[in-house]
Structures are given as C-alpha cells and as structure tokens.
C-alpha cells in the first residue's frame, strides 16, 4: 500500500525565510511523487514531480523537492517566501493504478 | 490549452433536486477523474475514467452518477443529495491511467456545491 504523511499542518514563516515543507511516504515500488498547491476556492496546481529521472526536482515559482530513498522522504523548499505563497500544499504519492493518494496538506502563513 | 474548465462554479440545491456538473478538457487526455474535497482536507476520490469507460469507482453512493459522454467531456449527476455531501467537487484529467510517468494531474478551478 502506498501513502504519506505530512509533518505540520500549518507551518508559519516570515516573509524572505525558508520554507521547509514535510512530506515521507510508504511505498513498497519505486514512487512518482507530487507537490501541489492549492490557493483559496481553486483546484490543485502541480509545484513539481519525482519521477525518478533526478533527485533534485525543480519546480515553478521558486520550489524545489530532494527525494531521499533511504529517508523516504520527498520535502518541498524555497529560500526565500513570498506573501503570495501562503496556500494549501498537498504531497501525493502515484504507482501504476491511476490512483494518487494525498497527504493531509500543510497550510502555509507567511507573515510580512 | 493545458486548461481543465468546470461549470457551474457554484451550485446549491435542495435534496430533492437533479442537477449536473460539467467538466471538460481538450488536452487529449484519456483519463478523467471526479474528487471530493471537504474544507481543510484533501480530495479524495470518487470516480475515474480512462478511454471514456469507468475504471475507479470508489464505492461512491449511487446519488452521484458520473458519465463521459466523449474523450473531452465528464459530467457528474446528482439526484437526492444531503447536506454532507456539501463541498468543493473537483475534476481532473491526466494523459492515460496506467502510464505512471504521466501520472500528473491537471485539476480544474472545483465546483462549490452546497446541499440544503
């Protein structure tokens, strides 16, 4: 079976701090695994994928995400926050099924 | 167009109502997904459709009734909902189902439904 797990359902950080976000997953294959975020009454946008071709994955809008096998861990940065990145942010897990599974999300303040 | 579009963006309705949500995507994708998303949570799934026929049904109850009339078009009716079923519906398409390497996701903007 296959799931993750969000650390933190909110975190909070000032405006040009580190973001660090969460995300481990359980995988008994090889994963494909996503961030995305969600903005206030809209659907999800893909951040950025793993899908095995680099460990380091960059994404739009400043993000990045190291996927780490032996911490089974796949955590989402950006050096420095914008105001506009406060949002919902989903880590999901993908195999061959077409069924993704979603973390609970992180809420993400930043402060001015 | 790397768009999935959904109408109505709202919908409230009462329990002895039908109504329909639409979605639609002209990707060429051949996977389509229905979500549910409750406040604060994440979107779980209802329905998916891979070459217009029904591949997934999570054990949804059968007040909702999905349909994919062709390969751009998804549609989701609704007939005696209740109040639970209130929240934010989503559609999804992604290049097929089985290929895992194009797993990702295109959401569209959601449907707020709400049930009195």
């Known amino acids: 079976a296959q799931s993750v797990t969000q650390l933190g359902s909110h975190v909070s950080v000032s405006e040009g701090a580190l973001v660090l976000l969460r995300c481990n997953y359980s995988?008994?294959?090889?994963?494909?695994l996503f961030w995305y975020v969600q903005y206030p009454n809209q659907g999800l946008q893909l951040l950025l994928k793993?899908?095995?071709?680099?460990?380091l994955v960059k994404g739009i809008n400043g993000f990045e995400a190291e996927f780490k096998k032996s911490e089974t861990s796949f955590h989402l940065t950006k050096p420095s926050a914008h105001m506009s990145d406060a949002a919902e942010y989903f880590c999901?897990?993908?195999?061959?099924?077409?069924?993704?599974?979603f973390g609970d999300g992180t809420t993400l303040t930043v402060k001015p | 167009d790397t768009e999935v579009t959904q109408t109505p963006k709202h919908l409230v309705m009462g329990m002895t109502n039908k109504k329909s949500l639409k979605c639609e995507q002209h990707?060429?994708?051949?996977?389509m997904y229905w979500y549910k998303q409750k406040a604060k949570k994440p979107p779980e799934l209802m329905f998916v459709?891979?070459?217009?026929?029904?591949?997934i049904n999570e054990s949804v109850p059968s007040r909702f009734s999905p349909e994919c009339p062709n390969s751009s078009l998804l549609n989701l009716h609704l007939h005696a909902l209740q109040p639970e079923d209130s929240a934010l519906y989503l559609c999804?398409?992604?290049?097929?189902?089985?290929?895992?390497?194009?797993?990702?996701?295109?959401f569209g903007p959601g449907t707020r439904l709400t049930v009195l």
């Open positions: 999901a897990v993908s195999l061959n099924a077409g069924k993704s599974t």
């Open positions: 990707m060429g994708h051949r996977a």
């Open positions: 459709y891979s070459y217009e026929k029904l591949s």
């Open positions: 995988s008994s294959v090889p994963p494909y």
């Open positions: 999804a398409s992604s290049q097929t189902r089985t290929s895992p390497s194009y797993n990702e996701q295109f």
């Open positions: 793993y899908t095995s071709a680099a460990t």
